[in-house]
């Protein structure tokens, strides 16, 4: 699977922005997804993901403004972010992994198998 990422910008606190990633190369529809972030000088972390049978998952610091979803005929996962903070800065990056269930999803890095190329999210004060 090819993941391409794409949405990112400068934008001050407060607004909206929506990430996609865009999928080729092998049945999306079969591939869990997720979210993941890295923030200057900090390791990536974990954001969101959304299994086969579409459960969504989210991290702490995210929860409620932040929503994954899929669009399994596009071939792509969005990531819609509101309420943005200063803290969400970072470059973000789209993941997938073929899964042994359809309800998998991992908060693990490691444990995804394909990686797209990072697009930036900066959000001004």
């Known amino acids: 699977v090819q993941l391409q990422a794409s949405g990112g910008g400068l934008v001050q606190a407060g607004v909206s922005l929506t990430l996609s990633c865009a999928a080729s190369g092998r049945t999306f529809s079969n591939h869990a997804m997720a979210w993941f972030r890295q923030a200057p000088g900090k390791g990536r972390e974990f954001v969101a993901s959304?299994?086969?049978?579409?459960?969504?998952y989210y991290a702490d610091s995210v929860k409620g403004r932040f929503t994954i979803s899929r669009d399994n005929a596009k071939n792509t996962v969005y990531l819609h972010m509101n309420s943005l903070k200063p803290e969400d800065t970072a470059v973000y990056y789209c993941?997938?992994?073929?899964?042994?269930?359809?309800?998998?999803?991992?908060?693990?890095?490691?444990?995804?198998?394909?990686w797209g190329q990072g697009t930036q999210v900066t959000v001004s004060s």
């Open positions: 993941a997938a992994k073929f899964p042994f269930r359809s309800s998998w999803y991992s908060y693990y890095e490691d444990e995804y198998t394909y």
């Open positions: 959304i299994s086969v049978n579409k459960n969504t």
